[in-house]
Each structure stands twice: as C-alpha cells, then as structure tokens.
C-alpha cells in the first residue's frame, strides 16, 4: 500500500509563491510519473503538471509560473508556484503512477488547500 502526504498549502496574496509537497511512502517498487491536479470548486479536476524520466509537461494555465520537480531518493515531488493568481486556488492533489511487475497503480493524495486573494 502506498501513502501520499502532501504540505504546503496555504493562503497567499495574489503575485505571492507557494511551494507544494508530496513525499509517497510505503510499497512502490517504480514510479512512471508523479502528477499534481487541482480541483477548484463546481469545476472539474485539472492536470496541472507532470513529471516523468523523460521530462515535465504543464497546463496552459500555469506555464511559465510553476515548475514540478522530483527527489527520487525520497519519493517525493514538489509543486513551486510563482506569481499566483485567483484563479489558482483549488484542492491541489499529488497523484503518483506506479507499478510492480506488469501491475499498474495510481495513489492519491489527501489533497492541500490554496487559496489566493486579490
């Protein structure tokens, strides 16, 4: 079983920073990418950025203002947020896609609030 705990979350004024956490314990044997979604509310979940070996890809949205990166030693990703915007407040989830063997699996998050003020 896998565990996601997310950090760093939080209420932030508009053009401010935020950066994000996700450390994933437990039984993962090989990570095929690390994801963070959002979800703001009476709105769809949202893909915001993705990690993988061969590279990172973003929303629209938040190009240019986010930057995803990994700590493979520790099984953790990071979410850093630049020049926020109202709009960017959401549930932000951490999502890993793992697998053992031929098995796949997809572990989520609790999910961290942030929220910005204009």
């Known amino acids: 079983q896998v565990h996601l705990v997310e950090s760093g979350g939080g209420l932030v004024q508009a053009g401010g920073s935020l950066r994000l956490s996700c450390a994933a314990s437990?039984?993962?044997?090989?990570?095929?990418?690390m994801n963070w979604y959002r979800q703001a509310p009476g709105k769809q979940r949202e893909l915001v950025a993705t990690i993988t070996s061969g590279g990172t890809n973003y929303a629209d949205t938040v190009k240019g203002r986010f930057t995803i990166s990994r700590d493979n030693a520790k099984n953790t990703v990071f979410l850093q947020m630049n020049s926020l915007k109202p709009e960017d407040t959401a549930v932000y989830y951490c999502?890993?896609?793992?697998?053992?063997?031929?098995?796949?699996?997809?572990?989520w998050g609790q999910g961290t609030q942030v929220t910005v003020s204009s």
């Open positions: 437990g039984s993962i044997f090989s990570i095929n990418a």
């Open positions: 999502n890993v896609l793992h697998q053992r063997r031929s098995v796949k699996y997809d572990s």
